[in-house]
């Protein structure tokens, strides 16, 4: 304190400087409470002219190349963004107008690196716009949230425009004109190469395949010959075999219309009383039989039983057969108790010997005479 209570030059000089940073303090507390309501999002748009992008294959010529997008951000985490902002004093205005320098930095950057690390040629460049936007989307993202302390909700790159009339555009694209067709070219050099390699080889498998055919032709007769020849061989035992069952029928066929024109024939030729008393014989007599009883007539014969049965012979069936013509097999040898037989209400074949309606065929049937063919078993 001064003299007579007034204060010195020197105090009224530090109340200044004091009252100077305690209004400072209080703007840049200010400025960083209206930005950190920003939470729900904020947009910049991003605006970059025309510079120059080098194609690889003109590196000396650039071709002029404009940028538009936007990025959108948000302050998500207060402390973070104070550590980091602590020391300016930011406004709105000028905080986006720094975030906007430093994001068309790093666009400029990606894209004019884009045609050699993306490999995307500069005259196709417009057409690559979403692939661009997510190379600029991965390299810028962290890097403006480690500088800002902001969160980036999104970035897109809207539009990529070439200048079509600069100088630079014109030889690139008549270069890459004369490259394309070189490019054909190489690929019909190519294909063609490709088609006489294929060729050539084609050749020399053909030449390999003649003369292996050449070689083994004799082989080759050789093997059809013996193929024909046993191809003939079996068709000649398959007629053989088809004459023989035809033969086997035919007799068949015949014995059994000889058996029946012989039995048609006795019953013609000797009567029916002749051919009754012809069936009869060899059968025991009833008691009594050949002798008169008193006030009648000659004894009569047993009646014939009125059957039809099929028989096994040869192998094959024959009839229907009567009981006298079933006795005329039994006499030739033809019918025995072991041949089998079948009429209508059997359920199967049966053995003749078995069946016993015709057990008397075989009671005083005589043995077959030598040289008779076997019987065959029946069905």
């Known amino acids: 304190m001064g003299l007579f209570g007034f204060k010195s030059k020197k105090e009224v000089e530090e109340e200044k400087k004091k009252a100077a940073a305690d209004a400072a303090r209080r703007v840049e507390e200010n400025n960083l409470t209206n930005l950190t309501n920003l939470s729900t999002g904020s947009q910049v748009n991003i605006a970059i002219p025309y510079f120059d992008v080098f194609d690889p294959r003109l590196t000396d010529t650039g071709v002029p190349v404009s940028v538009h997008g936007s990025i959108v951000y948000a302050i998500e985490d207060l402390d973070m963004f104070h550590s980091i902002n602590k020391r300016e004093a930011y406004s709105d205005e000028t905080f986006q107008n720094k975030l906007r320098g430093t994001v068309t930095k790093f666009v400029k950057s990606v894209v004019s690196n884009a045609p050699s690390d993306a490999n995307i ?166 008691p009594g039989a050949g002798m008169g009883m008193p006030g009648m007539g000659a004894p009569s014969m047993p009646a014939e039983p009125n059957v039809q049965y099929m028989v096994g012979v040869n192998g094959q069936q024959a009839g229907p057969f009567n009981w006298q013509q079933m006795k005329q097999l039994v006499q030739q040898g033809q019918l025995t108790a072991q041949s089998y037989v079948w009429k209508q209400g059997m359920p199967q074949w049966t053995l003749a010997g078995q069946v016993m309606e015709l057990q008397p065929l075989f009671a005083s049937a005589m043995p077959p005479m030598p040289g008779m063919p076997p019987q065959m078993p029946g069905f």
């Not at 800002?148 to 990529?160: E, L, N």
């Not at 003649?210 to 191809?231: A, C, I, P, Y």
């Not at 000889?258 to 060899?282: C, E, I, P, R």
């Open 121 to 286: 040629p500069v005259v196709q460049i417009e057409r690559k716009v979403l692939e661009i936007s997510n190379l600029v989307e991965n390299y810028i993202v962290p890097k403006v949230e480690a500088l800002f302390g902001v969160k980036v909700r999104s970035f897109d790159i809207t539009a990529i425009n070439v200048d079509k009339d600069s100088r630079g555009y014109r030889e690139l694209k008549a270069m890459t004109a004369d490259l394309e067709q070189e490019r054909i070219m190489a690929k019909h050099n190519s294909d063609l190469n490709a088609f006489n390699t294929q060729s050539d080889l084609n050749v020399d498998a053909l030449k390999r395949q003649h003369e292996m055919s050449f070689g083994n032709q004799e082989e080759l007769q050789r093997m059809n010959l013996e193929h024909q020849r046993e191809t003939m061989r079996i068709q000649r035992e398959e007629m053989q075999r088809a004459s023989r069952l035809q033969t086997e029928q035919t007799f068949l066929g015949a014995h059994q219309a000889n058996l029946n024109a012989n039995v048609l024939n006795n019953a013609t030729d000797n009567g029916l009383d002749a051919f009754q008393t012809k069936s009869s014989m060899g059968m025991p007599q009833m």
